[in-house]
């Protein structure tokens, strides 16, 4: 009897490594570039309105849309590769599928991280931590709803290009999956204080979501995967910012 296993038929084989032309450390000036791109976008938004939470909302589509665009340059032009080499889906609808039994768990994964979170809070401090709304206060109203698509549709897809096809799979070519999954997931969490250091306590749940995306992504090798998984994250999140409103 044979002792060869083969392949599972519903992933597609992954090789130990993957080998990718670019090094993992060029994801700090793809994000510069990405926010100035980002910043040259929304400034003539940010001129013309006085608003708040227009300002807010533009900044966060433009953000999302430089960060899009210079992954894509920078694979394509830069680095000379194909755009298939960030994890292009070829199996869309089991990717998707992942993707939504991936986010469910990733879900349940950082309200675990949260309760532990608080209660270690509460054994050294005495109290309970506040919870910052990644989203400020002052978004509402109609300028919240129409925020919406940006939130659980563009802001994943920036995202997931970045922190997982770009970051991760650098990352790949030379590190093991848990490792490469935890040093994406650290970064992942980090940048979110660019919104302000009182987002602190998020960090740490975020960085469980991150290594959850990162294993969603290892398991199909398809951003479809990751991004439907971060999606439904988001959306969930969405939600509970909007009842909370």
Avoid at 9 to 32: C, G
Avoid at 45 to 64: E, F, N
Avoid at 87 to 92: A, S, T
Avoid at 160 to 172: I, N, P
């Amino acid at each position: 009897m044979s002792d060869v296993v083969p392949p599972r038929p519903d992933r597609p084989e992954q090789p130990s490594r993957q080998v990718v032309p670019w090094h993992p450390i060029e994801s700090l000036p793809v994000f510069l570039i990405a926010a100035l791109v980002g910043g040259v976008l929304g400034a003539p938004i940010l001129a013309a309105t006085g608003s708040r939470s227009i300002r807010y909302a533009a900044l966060l589509v433009t953000g999302d849309i430089g960060l899009i665009a210079t992954v894509l340059f920078w694979v394509r032009y830069v680095k000379r590769a194909p755009l298939a080499s960030l994890g292009m889906p070829r199996e869309p609808v089991r990717d998707v599928v992942t993707g939504l039994l991936g986010g469910g768990a990733i879900i349940l994964a950082s309200a675990i991280a949260v309760a532990v979170e608080q209660a270690v809070a509460r054994g050294v401090l005495g109290h309970e931590l506040t919870s910052p709304s990644q989203v400020p206060t002052y978004v509402s109203g109609l300028v919240l709803v129409l925020l919406a698509p940006a939130v659980i549709l563009v802001a994943p897809l920036g995202e997931e290009l970045l922190f997982r096809g770009f970051l991760y799979r650098g990352l790949r070519s030379s590190l093991p999956v848990w490792a490469s999954a935890i040093v994406s997931a650290v970064l992942f969490g980090l940048v979110h204080l660019a919104g302000g250091l009182a987002l602190w306590p998020i960090v740490p749940p975020l960085m469980i979501v991150g290594i959850g995306l990162a294993l969603v992504y290892e398991r199909r090798q398809s951003l479809l995967a990751s991004i439907t998984a971060h999606a439904l994250f988001n959306l969930v999140g969405f939600i509970a910012i909007v009842m909370s409103r």
